[in-house]
């Protein structure tokens, strides 16, 4: 199991505050990292996501700041390497959706969404990098989409901000490398959230349609994005880089079930 441990790691990951953030950074804490949780939304939201995670006994600590902002991402990663440890591992989750049909969209959303969801992963990763390239070794890990491969109705801005994050994500391994750097993406299918709760009951039309467009038959559980988290943080994959991997159930496999078939 050495090669999957993450003991003396340190790992930070944007937006692990809750939901599948949260549940990644679970995974990556149990796995033996000190873990550094990123929020922008309020303090008190980050203080009751590092106190959930000491429950766990996993060491965490909170740091609030915008991943949009370069100037913020600086001070912040200058603050936690002076109060904690480098940065060993990246999680860029942090992101939003607007669902708007683009005809409808106002170009300050479309911006917004793209600013967050692709700009923010680079800020992030060019600063972090830096010290990973010093030390010579590093993780990046950015959260893609099932939209990083497919277009739906209302996410258009979503859509071409993951898309644009798949190809970074692609580009970023080409130039580090070299560095014994690994970047790699997830993207999540549909996953049973706090979010997805109303809509998670029999006889509702998008659960009927998700249970029945993936080929695993269910929703993802939160968890099942842990081990995927692990192997692309660990010395497991040290010769894995610019690859997308889709924790989806299938679904990206298949055209779907023909309304006959069982």
């Known amino acids: 199991m050495e090669l999957f441990s993450l003991t003396g790691k340190t790992a930070l990951i944007t937006g692990g505050t809750h939901g599948l953030g949260m549940a990644i950074a679970t995974g990556i804490g149990k796995a033996g990292a000190t873990l550094i949780i990123n929020g922008n939304s309020s303090q008190e939201k980050i203080d009751k996501a590092v106190a959930f995670y000491n429950e766990q006994g996993i060491k965490a600590y909170g740091y609030k700041f915008d991943v949009s902002s370069e100037k913020e991402v ?62 010579g070794e590093g993780k990046i890990i950015n959260m893609c989409s099932m939209m990083s491969e497919l277009g739906r109705n209302t996410v258009g801005a979503y859509a071409a901000a993951k898309g644009g994050l798949k190809m ?73 880089n610019g690859q997308i991997v889709y924790v989806d159930g299938g679904i990206l496999a298949t055209i779907g079930k023909p309304a006959n078939e069982d």
């Not at 002076?82 to 669902?99: E, F, Q, T």
């Not at 993406?185 to 809509?199: D, H, R, S, V």
């Open 168 to 240: 970074l994500t692609k580009n970023m391994a080409t130039e580090w490398a070299k560095h014994n750097i690994q970047v790699n993406g997830i993207g999540p299918g549909y996953f049973a959230t706090n979010q997805t709760a109303p809509i998670r009951v029999d006889g509702h039309p998008f659960n009927d349609f998700i249970v029945g467009r993936t080929p695993a038959g269910r929703w993802g559980d939160p968890d099942d994005l842990q081990g995927t988290a692990i192997f692309l943080s660990s010395k497991a994959s040290n010769f894995v």
């Open 74 to 135: 600086v001070a912040a990663l200058n603050q936690i390497e002076s109060d904690i440890a480098p940065i060993d591992i990246l999680v860029n989750n942090a992101g939003i959706i607007k669902r708007t049909p683009m005809v409808d969209m106002e170009v300050a959303d479309f911006e917004q969404v793209l600013k967050i969801d692709l700009v923010a992963p680079f800020i992030m990763a060019k600063h972090v990098v830096k010290g990973m390239i010093t030390r």
